[in-house]
């Protein structure tokens, strides 16, 4: 294979979940691109960090300095949910029932990749919340951290952060069995957390 080619397919194994067979693809998907199509896909990657940017309160996907949710007056600032990344918010935003406020933390607490609570956005949580709480409202902070060991690190971390602050209470995501699941098959975490958040 080229020298050239297998630079290129580096690069994209750069992004997060892609192996060295996908950055292949990737690549030899591209050279079956017109010019006009890469042109423009090399345009959008080189402007991306000046066309997208973060709210600067929550740290979701914005055009402009504060997001659409943020921005909405009709939004319950009574309730905070914090994920680790913009697609967690996206998806539980797309199922429409959630009706309050987000945290975007980016990222969970993973001591084997360098990622401490310094490099997340917890102090800004902090900072929020407070405001929010100052006027006497009672806040609930639903943590919605990712069922793995960084996820649960992020979420004992969180609920120590926050337990002893006034007018804020603590919960989680109800986890479990799957609609249409076997006991048999499910394995002890899953079983635990079924037992633990029973309604």
Known sequence: ???????????????????????????????DKPDSEIEELGYAISHLKQDISFC????????????????????????????????????????????????VLGGAINPLDNVLPDNLRIKHLESRIKDLTESGKEIELILAMNPNTPGETTALYLKSQFTDKPNVSITRLGRGLSSGSHLEYADESTLKHALEFRK
Do not use: W
């Open 1 to 31: 294979m080229d020298e050239r080619f297998k630079q290129i397919a580096k690069l994209f194994q750069r992004l997060p979940g892609v192996g060295p067979r996908q950055a292949v693809r990737f690549v030899l998907a591209l050279l």
């Open 56 to 103: 600067n309160q929550c740290f979701n996907i914005s055009d402009s300095a504060v997001c659409s949710v943020c921005a909405n007056p009709s939004r319950d600032r009574t309730k905070m949910l914090v994920v680790e990344k913009v697609t967690d918010l996206d998806s539980i935003e797309k199922t429409g029932l959630y009706k309050g406020l987000y945290h």
